[in-house]
Structures are given as C-alpha cells and as structure tokens.
C-alpha cells in the first residue's frame, strides 16, 4: 500500500503541526509515504528528524502554473495507491496522471469548509464527526464521509523553565496555544487574566494579531504577568510547565489542543465553540465558558486555582475519554485500516 501525503499549509498551523506527527507516526508503523509539502524549511527539517525526506514544491496561488505539473509528475512516478490532500490549496493541485490514475484521492478537512473545492477528491475525512456530517449535510455522499480524529503524544518531557518567562513557581500558570488570529478569542483571555490576581499566561503561537495583543497587554499592565512566547515546537514541555490550558476560541471547528491537554493531564478550559462543545462535558472533563464572555472565563480560571480536587477529577474522567479514542496508537491504527479499506474496495 502506498500513500502519497500532500500539505501547502502556512509555515504554522495546528493542522501543519497534526500533518507532521501523523505522517512521521505512519512512517514509524511501517507505511509506505511519499509526502510532498510547500517550501518550508522547518517542516522539512521535522521531517528528515523522523527519516522521512519530503518533495518540496511551491504551492503558490491562482497563478501557479508549474506546482500542478510537478505534483503530476511526482504523482506519476511514486504512483501511490491513495493520494491524501491536505485541506484546500493541495487538493486544487492533485490531478491524475494516464499512468497513475486508479488511484483513490482523500481530502482532509480540519474545519467547516466547502465541499465545493473536493469535487475531485473520492473520499472526504472530517477531524470530528460533525465535520463529516457537515460534508453529507452539503451533499456529499454518507458512504464516502468518514471521521477520523486527530491524536496527542501522552510521553512526558521536562517542563520549559518558568522562570524564563519570569514566572514564579508557586503561581496560577494559564496556557493557551494558537494562533494570533481573532478566531482564537486571546484578548478574552488577556481581559479576563486582569480579573484573575496573581494568574500568570502563556500564550504560545504566531499570527496577524501579534501587536494588537501586545498593545493589550501593556495597555492592562499585565506585562509581568502575559507573555507571548512566539510560535513554538515543544507542546508537551509547555503543558508540563503550565497547571491549566485554555482554548477561548470565538470559532474551533476542533480544538487539538484539548487533547493534548488531556494527554499531558492538564485541566481545561474552553470556549463553546462547536468542537469543544462536541467533546468537552461541562464539569465533567473541562470547563466550558460562554464564547467572548470575559467575565465567565475569568470565573473558571479563579474556579480551577482555588478547588484542586474539581482539577484532579476533570483531569481522571478527560484521560478515560482520551485513552478510549485520541492516543497515537488507536488513530495510527484506525487510518491504517481506513486506508486498507480504500486499497481493498
């Protein structure tokens, strides 16, 4: 069985970084890949670390004449059984070569996107199960819509030094990871940390926002106590460090940082976007707040520093559920046999 795996994602990205540890956990199960993704150094370095050497082409925009062609070529060549496109832009690149052309085209969606832009594609993969029934619900056929979740790595690392980012050990620590985008909702969690004395934030990712939320920041004072740490690799170090994550989002269509919250067994607290709202029970393995309600979240966060004993069964019923369907092991396997199923049919 051969797959071809095609990501052009930004150089970060919740979905580039899932791209990464799901092709090199194949890699690992014996899988026979060819992975093509965009010009992007780190991401390439990410993957040579795990033995995989990847094609690079640009996967620009409307203009890009040459990326189809060599994507064809490549396609041609490796004549993969399934070819996996990852989210819009590398699915508008995947065509089908005369001398490869029986095989089976998977699109990936991570998100509420239109179906639209995956009439080529065979078979549509949604992250959660509303996802999938987003797609039928647009008209894509029930048989060919299928749910396959993402996981999280549950090995423990060293924390990240707190004081580093001048963090006192003894204080509340906070986490939030994404990007600085407005759908992730951080200057809610900015506002609300100014209602939460003592609470210490770290806010790890990139994006467009960056200076607005630092102008947030220093316009609240909460300059010691926030800190934007940039786009970062080391995950499961920061959950480590941190006592609490939070996921604010305005819109989440899943949310990977729950489950990675719930692997490293870090009380959570979310937004009620859709996806958190699909996964998280309110008081059973999460908290879940009222989208932009600063006042709410500031009242969860007070909630999980004063009452230890609510943290410690959050975090024992959230690894039930995380066990029973979110490890590397149960999703490495239910691709593997998704695409076994593909190949055979």
């Given amino acids: ?22 092709v090199t956990a194949l890699n690992r199960a014996g899988l026979d890949q060819k992975v093509v993704i965009r010009g992007i150094p780190a991401r390439a370095q990410r993957l040579r670390r795990a033995g995989i050497e990847p094609a690079q082409i640009r996967f620009g925009g409307i203009i890009d004449c040459l990326s189809g062609p060599r994507l064809r070529r490549i396609i041609a ?8 496109s990852w989210m819009h832009r590398a699915t508008r690149f995947v065509s089908r070569p005369p001398e490869a052309a029986d095989f089976v085209h998977v699109g990936w969606f991570g998100g509420y996107y239109q179906i639209d832009d995956y009439r080529a594609c065979d078979h549509l993969v949604g992250v959660t199960a509303d996802i999938r029934d987003h797609q039928v619900r647009q008209g894509w056929p029930q048989e060919r819509a299928h749910y396959i979740p993402t996981f999280a790595p549950t090995e423990t690392v060293a924390p990240v030094p707190r004081e580093g980012f001048g963090t006192p050990q003894d204080a509340p620590l906070f986490l939030a990871l994404g990007r600085l985008h407005e759908s992730k909702a951080l200057d809610v969690l900015i506002r609300a940390t100014a209602q939460v004395p003592g609470a210490h934030v770290w806010i790890a990712g990139e994006g467009p926002l960056r200076r607005t939320l ?27 460090a941190a006592d609490y994550c939070v996921l604010p989002s305005r819109f989440e ?18 937004a009620a976007a859709d996806g958190p709202r ?3 029970e309110d008081g059973r393995n999460g908290l879940l707040v009222a989208i932009d309600d600063t006042e709410g979240l500031a009242r969860a966060m007070k909630r999980l520093a004063r009452e230890p004993r609510l943290c410690a069964r959050l975090v024992a019923e959230a690894r039930i559920g995380f066990d029973a369907a979110y490890t590397q092991a149960a999703v490495v396997n239910r691709v593997l046999d998704f695409y076994r199923a593909l190949v055979g049919s």
Avoid: C, H
Avoid at 253 to 270: C, K, S, Y
């Fill in 253 to 270: 269509p899943f949310g990977t940082v729950m489950i990675e919250a719930w692997a490293q067994n870090v009380p959570l607290i979310a």
């Fill in 214 to 240: 630092a102008r947030l920041i220093a316009g609240l004072g909460l300059e010691a106590r926030v800190k934007l740490l940039g786009w970062r690799e080391d995950r499961q170090a920061l959950l480590a």
């Fill in 77 to 84: 060549s490796y004549k993969p059984d399934i070819v996996q």
């Fill in 278 to 280: 699909g996964l998280i």
């Fill in 1 to 22: 069985m051969r797959v071809l795996q095609a990501m052009a994602g930004a150089q970060f990205g919740g979905a580039e970084t899932y791209f990464v540890e799901l």
